[in-house]
């Protein structure tokens, strides 16, 4: 999309994983020509608020028309509710869920058992030395990170994500949505459908781990004529 003067008003926006921040992205290399903006996570009413409300507080931080929206994650998710209220020129989603029947069988027991409202914070990041392996980081700046993000995550905020992920609801892949998965992601694993970009061997930190990979699908994505 181009202004009257030539110049081009597309804007990214990027929504990064459950809990973290901009630091996920940094590797990236994108068309310098793009604007980008990094979604800023904000703390949720309660516990019980609703990912629909949620995403329509986060919407104030989106004020260029029709968005490029890049979520991570669980960023993808809530990129996916955001796209409902925008119209963003397109929606890509990175180790993410295009529809809520890709959430695999135990995180759904997990949600019938309510175990994310009880178990303790403290419990949960007791598992810190498996997390590299666990999400795909190698190299020290990858695991220094994550580590950051495990340790700094707050714990409403937590149980708050935990619940909505498990409760999301979405019957079928958005329109213009594009979807990109690694065959070796162990937090969401893929689920296989057609016009996925699929990374062979890509983990659930591909962002970071397969930066030049990832960026050059996303430049093909980005400078495609939407």
């Not at 949720?44 to 028309?65: D, M």
């Not at 796209?83 to 069988?105: E, M, R, T």
Request: charged share 20%.
């Amino acid at each position: 999309m181009e202004s009257e003067n030539g110049s081009s008003t597309r804007k990214i926006y990027f929504i990064s994983g459950l809990g973290a921040d901009w630091r996920m992205f940094r590797f990236l290399r994108l068309p310098p020509d793009l604007p980008l903006e990094h979604v800023e996570w904000i703390a949720p009413l309660s516990v019980q608020e609703s990912l629909q409300s949620y995403a329509r507080r986060l919407q104030a931080q989106i004020t260029a028309p029709n968005p490029i929206l890049i979520g991570l994650s669980f960023g993808g998710v809530v990129a996916a509710e955001l796209a409902k209220l925008l119209q963003p020129q397109k929606l890509i989603i990175i180790s993410s869920l295009a529809h809520s029947s890709a959430l695999p069988w135990y995180y759904r027991l997990l949600g019938k058992l309510r175990l994310q409202r009880h178990l303790p914070l403290k419990f949960l990041q007791s598992f810190l030395p498996l997390a590299p392996f666990f999400f795909g980081a190698h190299t020290p700046a990858e695991k220094k990170l994550l580590r950051q993000v495990i340790l700094d995550i707050d714990e409403t905020y937590l149980r708050w994500s935990l619940e909505q992920l498990l409760a999301w609801r979405q019957a079928a892949p958005l329109p213009n949505l594009f979807h990109l998965h690694g065959t070796a992601d162990k937090v969401l694993p893929l689920r296989r459908r057609p016009g996925m970009f699929i990374v062979e061997g890509g983990e659930h930190l591909m962002v970071m781990s397969r930066s030049s990979e990832i960026s050059d699908i996303l430049n093909q994505i980005l400078t495609a004529d939407t």
